[in-house]
């Protein structure tokens, strides 16, 4: 296990003031206090220059599309919403380590270099993500991953003035005989060694119950295999190269009960957010972006920056949805209704208690029928039915009333109402 002796914040308090001169047990080195926001270049499909090093075969990874990501995402006011992180996912180095052993950037796409990328981002207030393998390829398969070469990867990333990591699972890793476990804590230690505060993107694809320890050696941790952008894509494989829609992944979390794994400085990642992408109309990137929210969980957009479509403007930037997300209570919303583990239930209702007191609600409609009534009832949020409640609705930002025993919604196929609720 891997603990990061805390200097300032909130997380670890109890736990220093019970142990006295014992570090804190946490993950805390100032960075993911708050789930993580930002940009990731893997999914953002609509960048120019054309390549085969992409989801969608275009490769934005390259330096002046980067620059014009960072700078766009402060000139649309996402900075000040807490969107923070930009992070080259697979295909920013080059295919061979250099003669020292180091890995070193594309240079075709990278020719002033990844320090002085990082020096651009910082100063416009952003930080620098980077992506290796905890193997020795990265998942493109065609570049070097870091097994056997963490400590020296670690320093050489920190050195460059990246603040964040993302390791994929992808590439051999030695004889087999360690687990994903000790091989994500041997890098987790190696970046805490850099001296450098970092985040670390743990991405094992939830496999080997990386529920149960993720977060011990990462501030945020893939919990399955890829999302990719589609709303609805059935299926029962996992690992690399495979891939889910959002209904499997909000399917997925309702079984493992989020909340029992949540905490500060260990965020469950159910991977990108694929607004209005592939076959992500309004509706399926709105429910998406709900569903994110009320789980706390690391808010990646993997969309061109450069130009936000009004439908995504109204999705990224709600700053009361997003207010769930980044809420004090450090929590994620379960589903009540059904419970967890029953199947084939359309009506759905998921709730978070949130740090004012409030609660977080999403009804659902998960089937295809259109109009369907979702209600949920003061009492199955732990209220009595007589108490007086203020729901206000979180994407058209609009008080609804005060009401007794409950409230319901009427609501399209994968439509949510996303409710703050407000005893008075
Ligand atoms: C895996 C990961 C993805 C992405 C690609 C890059 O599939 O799960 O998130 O990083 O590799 O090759």
Redesign the pocket.
Known sequence: MVFRLRTAGRGCAAALALLAVVPAFCYDNGLGRTPPMGWNS?CTGTLLEPSVCNLVGNDPCSEGEVKAIADSLVANGMDKLGYEFLEL??CWSDTARDASGQLQADARKFPSGMASLADYVHARGLKLGL?TSVGDK???GDRPGSYGHYATDASTLAGWGVDMI?M???GAKGNGTFTDRQLYGEMSAALNATGRPVLFSL?S?GEQSVLEWGADVAQMY?IQ??HLPFFNLPTTASG??YGQGTLQIINYVADIVPSRWTRTFGWLDP??LMTRYGTMDFVASRTEYSFWSLWSAPLLVATDLRKLSADKRAILLNEEVIAINQDGSATSGDRIRPPPNVTGVDSQLWARPLANGDKAVILFNAGKRKGLGVAVAWAELGWAPADSVRVRDLWAKKDLGVFTAGFNATLDSHDVAMLRLTRQ
């Open positions: 893997w996912d697979d992506y990265t998942c493109k993302k994929d699972h992808c991405c694809w893939r295999m890829d690399v190269g991977d990108f």
